[in-house]
């Protein structure tokens, strides 16, 4: 049996009054995060990079585990922050963007803006099979968990060496490495659902958000940025990512995310004593290049 305390890649970063609460995607750990929060921390600022429940362990600890379960988690990592942090930003990678937007909604108080990579409402990039949309018809998670999903090339990353490495992590048998190669339809009936709940109440999430997106997004193209833009109650700062693939957080470009990630934060924090969130206030996309 494996080691569950060997398992955790959870990470904790202790630095300012300033803390960050990153969320990995589905299947996959917090190492996708280790640039932005070694970033984070370099920067002087408290990071906390929590496993997501099931994560890391087995394919029956991550067929059993809830979207509700991730929530708990990390509303578990925010509360931990806020005892040390006087102000705090959520953020995450695909469908842990997803989350953030849960805590953000449940935790007006507590979270001051979010960081969203590549955030996943829809899985309709250019790398997702045509098939894959017939899995819309399973509603049942029995049903679902009969179903598997693989990862396959090119694994999010559009840097060659860094996507060997990345495929050498997945192929190696350890899912704390960096994910699992495959799994059953049971979590991702979850992401839908999950999805489902915070669509509802975009225009009711009133924090400032960055939402950094590439446009050749294999996994999830830019109508999740558009949607996510128009919908939701705050303002909105929209950064296309011209030199990646979906996962944002350790391509190509993995410094410009995070230095346009710690602009964000400090122009969040720098508008706080002059004003509150302002609602609909929308800035167009900007091209990086």
Known sequence: MQ???K???GVFQEGGRTGFLLIHGLSGTPGELRYISNGLARNGHTVSCPQLAGHGLSIDDLRRATWRDWEAGMQAGLDRLSERC???FVGGLSMGAILA????????DKVRGTLLYAPTIWLDGWGVPWHARLFNLVRHKFGANMVRFEERPPYGIKDTRLRALIAEALHSGDPSKAGFIKIPGGPMIELRWLVKEVCSKLGE???PALIMHPRQDDRAS???LSHLQHHLGGRVDAVVLEDSYHVITLDRQRELVLQKSLAFAQSVLSQMPQAGVQPHERRRPVAAA
């Open 7 to 9: 398992a955790d890649r």
């Open 205 to 207: 999430i009133r924090q």
């Open 101 to 108: 937007l849960q805590l953000a909604h449940k935790n007006p």
């Open 3 to 5: 080691d569950a305390s």
């Open 222 to 224: 830019l109508r999740n």
């Open 86 to 88: 006087d102000h705090i």
